[in-house]
């Protein structure tokens, strides 16, 4: 039973890893980072709880860092939060 929750955590790292190179741009890196925490508590708390409604762990592994990362992608691109690398509205410019 050990294995299957040692293979269902090294699953998390495998949709990181295969996100950063398929889609480079999906989510930010405060989300991978929030993405793996998530997935392992919840996962080693999914196992300890005996795999509820039947659902393996290894599941919940694979969805927990894309849905944590779906969502810091969803709340990066909020039109409502100001763009960092835009300046400042009415700035000059110093050496004019």
């Known amino acids: 039973m050990i294995a299957f929750l040692g293979k269902a955590l090294r699953a998390t790292l495998a949709v990181l890893a295969l996100m950063a190179f398929y889609a480079p741009r ?13 997935s392992v508590m919840a996962t080693i708390g999914w196992f300890l709880a005996g795999d509820p ?39 000059t410019a110093r050496g004019s």
């Open 53 to 91: 409604y039947d659902i393996e762990s290894s599941y919940l592994a694979l969805a927990a860092p894309l849905l944590t990362m779906g969502i810091s992608h969803l709340l990066r691109n909020d039109p409502l939060t100001p763009n960092r690398a835009a300046p400042l509205a009415g700035a």
């Open 26 to 38: 999906f989510g930010t890196p405060r989300g991978a980072f929030l993405g793996v925490l998530l």
